[in-house]
């Protein structure tokens, strides 16, 4: 499920959301991917403002963005 969630994003070009546990413990991330390799994603993190690396082991959840749309009035 998680490498359909990252090729979509990678194909639709949109950014998604991870819960991902790092050194410092784990925090919530929105990103927009760049490269999918077996073991680590490579992405701009919007969090922290510049590409970073995600081991996919350490990613405890995924999940796209939902889309807003305008009211209708």
Do not use: D, W
């Not at 991902?20 to 413990?25: A, D, L, P, T, W």
């Not at 760049?34 to 990613?59: D, G, L």
């Amino acid at each position: 499920m998680m490498e359909g969630i990252i090729e979509r994003a990678i194909e639709e070009q949109v950014p998604i959301q991870l819960v991902y546990e790092s050194k410092s413990g784990i925090t919530q991330r929105t990103i927009t991917i760049y490269k999918n390799e077996p073991e680590r994603i490579v992405a701009y993190c919007h969090t922290k403002k510049a590409v970073r690396s995600f081991r996919k082991r350490c990613i405890l959840a995924i999940q796209p963005i939902k889309k807003r749309y305008p009211a209708v009035i």
